[in-house]
């Protein structure tokens, strides 16, 4: 059985709004019966017809969010702050411990520690603004929801109870396994990199892939590989045609041919649902290596 509800449908597929942005006065009471809804369909076992964003299942896990969690959720903003780590002196910017932010045509300008807009960034404090810069982006601008989903979540669930769990476990039980058409996936599938051009029946390694995918990954561990390459186990209603980013465009599952000089592992890129797969010389170092990746992928770890 699965708990359909619009308010959960609705919420669990973006992000949350920060305070005050088209919010009414009494929006927090929401979140909390929303904590309330998704720890009472954990007790009884109740799938939900929806997925939140991975950094939302972390927060219930009380894990520490990361830049990957933030790349996941808004690839631009985390792109503008890695170029910061390229330059030679940051001070040429001009920038000081500050964010601006614009909501129905009004700029405000936020602080991002205690008197930050009397703090300028430089090469020694660069990672504490790019720190700080995290910890607004993906808590403080929306830490009043994110407390009133917690609180409600916690109302239900003990704490301690959900230390047995990882995100990507957790969006499992909450949501289900999914149904993958194998055939759908892999007629959806675009080939670039070493694989470009290239007719799947031409490359050996992509019918590795393949092969192992369909054959030697049970109904959980295909689950796992599409959380791992689109940093969700939900497939859309209209199939891996309609397959989005995380700005909403189309972007069709990629497999990226790399050689493996570059990278030792298969690598995901969440926010264009791409995988770096790289050209193993046997199905078994593929399938042993691709396995490796998944199981570490529940941690944040990267091995390369």
């Not at 890129?269 to 170092?285: G, Q």
Request: proline share 3%; glycine share 6%.
């Amino acid at each position: 059985m699965r708990l359909r509800c619009g308010l959960i449908s609705s919420f669990l597929n973006r992000s949350i709004v920060p305070a005050g942005i088209s919010c009414p006065d009494d929006h927090l009471i929401y979140f909390r019966f929303l904590g309330r809804v998704i720890g009472r369909a954990l007790f009884d076992r109740q799938l939900i017809e929806g997925h939140m964003v991975r950094s939302l299942y972390k927060h219930l896990l009380g894990w520490p969010i990361t830049f990957e969690d933030l790349k996941a959720l808004d690839d631009e903003y985390h792109a503008s702050l890695k170029k910061l780590t390229k330059m030679d002196d940051i001070s040429m910017m001009c920038l000081d411990f500050t964010v601006t932010e614009e909501s129905l045509g009004v700029r405000t300008e936020r602080e991002l520690l205690e008197n930050g807009a009397m703090k300028e960034v430089t090469n020694e404090n660069l990672g504490q603004y790019l720190e700080a810069n995290l910890k607004y982006r993906m808590l403080e601008r929306t830490k009043p929801q994110l407390t009133e989903l917690l609180l409600g979540f916690f109302d239900i669930i003990p704490e301690a109870a959900m230390t047995i769990f990882d995100a990507n476990e957790l969006e499992l039980i909450l949501c289900g396994l999914p149904n993958i058409d194998m055939d759908d996936w892999q007629a959806n599938t675009n080939y670039s990199g070493l694989f470009e051009g290239k007719a799947t029946y031409n490359c050996q390694v992509v019918q590795w892939f393949w092969e192992v995918v369909r054959d030697d990954f049970d109904q959980e561990m295909k689950a796992r590989l599409l959380q791992f390459i689109t940093g969700t186990s939900g497939v859309p209603i209209g199939g891996f045609s309609v397959l989005q980013g995380n700005d909403g465009n189309i972007k069709k599952f990629t497999i990226h041919g790399v050689d493996t000089s570059m990278y030792v592992y298969p690598r995901a890129h969440t926010c264009f649902n791409r995988m770096d797969l790289p050209n193993f010389a046997t199905k078994k170092e593929l399938y042993e290596k691709l396995k490796a990746a998944l199981a570490m992928s529940a941690v944040g770890f990267d091995m390369d």
